[in-house]
């Protein structure tokens, strides 16, 4: 386990609500739309008739291929996930940033609302990049929910194997589903702002599929929780959040023997994952855990706009692995 020292951000970027909102800042933003307008959009089949869309820069001497999922109610387009792929590409490495099921135009490429749960769809839409150059390494990273999806690939690549894929870096990732969703409820400022950001992706969803329309009653619930309870007994197989909530958490004992090295990098005052839950994980010979002090949630700036420590692990761990 490492808990290094080299990252001590200023005094003004030690808060960890200005380190979460600078992870989204439309600044940084401004700095990669060119990065983003010349990506290539591809169309992926993920198993089951399901299909999601994925964003591809590739770079004329690639070290490797790097797959990059965002987090709940995120997109490709994120800034917190187009500047770590800008970031990688100026280091060498071709990028993929594939939007998550039901999330973004994946939204509206099925009509069936997906749950986050369809551990077939990520390893799915990983197999179909990795199917592009057969003979490229490809390292995973993932943010919040994203970093979630990343580790439950990293996981379950015992039994589905991607010989592909050499190393998996999770940032800042959702370990207890029902616990980051309590953590939500509990800050009005940040549930306000995934409420928000569901109803405007939803009513994306109604419009393309009206017959989601007799589900308004999704855009009036007040809490995360009450949302998620909602969503789960209408469309999916679980009959309680809990359930749900079960289904895709990270266990205790699921990175003691993995088969590929696993970086998580989370800091001690994320105020929408635990540390405490990372901390509860056993320990595995290519299991790599990173503790910091300071970085919010997705944050990790150690002076802004441009040096960032996750970053800054992302590509020295992807450097290391495909060299």
């Known amino acids: 386990m490492n808990d290094p020292t080299d990252f001590m951000p200023p005094l003004w970027l ?21 990065f983003d307008a010349q990506s290539e959009k591809f169309v992926f089949e993920t198993g089951g008739g399901l299909r999601t869309s994925g964003y591809i820069n590739r770079h004329p001497q690639p070290k490797g291929m790097i797959v990059l999922f965002h987090g709940w109610m995120g997109r490709p387009q994120s ?12 280091n060498g490495f071709s990028t993929a940033r594939v939007t998550l099921p039901d999330h973004g135009d994946a939204a509206l490429l099925n009509k069936e609302m997906v749950p986050i749960t369809r551990n077939s769809f990520l390893h799915g839409s990983v197999q179909q990049i990795c199917d592009l150059n057969p003979s490229m390494p490809v390292g995973l990273i993932g943010f ?15 039994k589905k194997p991607i010989p592909q894929v050499c190393h998996v870096v999770a940032v800042s990732p959702v370990i207890e589903p029902e616990e980051t969703c309590t953590l939500i409820d509990k800050s009005p400022l940040i549930r306000r702002y995934f409420l928000r950001k569901f109803d405007r992706l939803y009513r994306q969803k109604q419009a393309q599929f009206p017959e989601y329309m007799s589900a308004n009653d999704l855009l009036h619930q007040k809490t995360l929780h009450d949302l998620t309870e909602l969503s789960v007994l ?10 749900y909530f079960s289904a895709y958490k990270i266990r205790k004992g699921d990175f003691a023997q993995t088969n590929v090295p696993v970086t998580l990098l989370t800091a001690k005052d994320d105020p929408i994952v635990s540390v405490n839950s990372a901390r509860a994980l056993d320990d595995g010979p290519q299991f790599e855990r990173v503790f910091t002090s300071y970085g919010g949630h997705n944050g990790f700036f150690e002076s802004f706009p441009n040096r960032v420590f996750r970053e800054r692990i992302a590509v020295a761990r992807f450097i290391k692995a495909m060299a």
Do not use: H, I, P
């Open 14 to 34: 030690r808060s960890a609500n200005v380190q979460t909102a600078l992870a989204s800042s439309k600044l940084r933003y401004l700095a990669c739309r060119g």
């Open 79 to 90: 800034t917190y996930v187009l500047s770590t792929a800008k970031t990688l590409f100026d």
């Open 144 to 158: 919040s929910m994203g970093g979630n999806c990343t580790l439950r690939v990293a996981r379950d690549l015992a």
């Open 234 to 243: 209408r469309w999916s197989e679980f009959s309680s959040a809990e359930m």
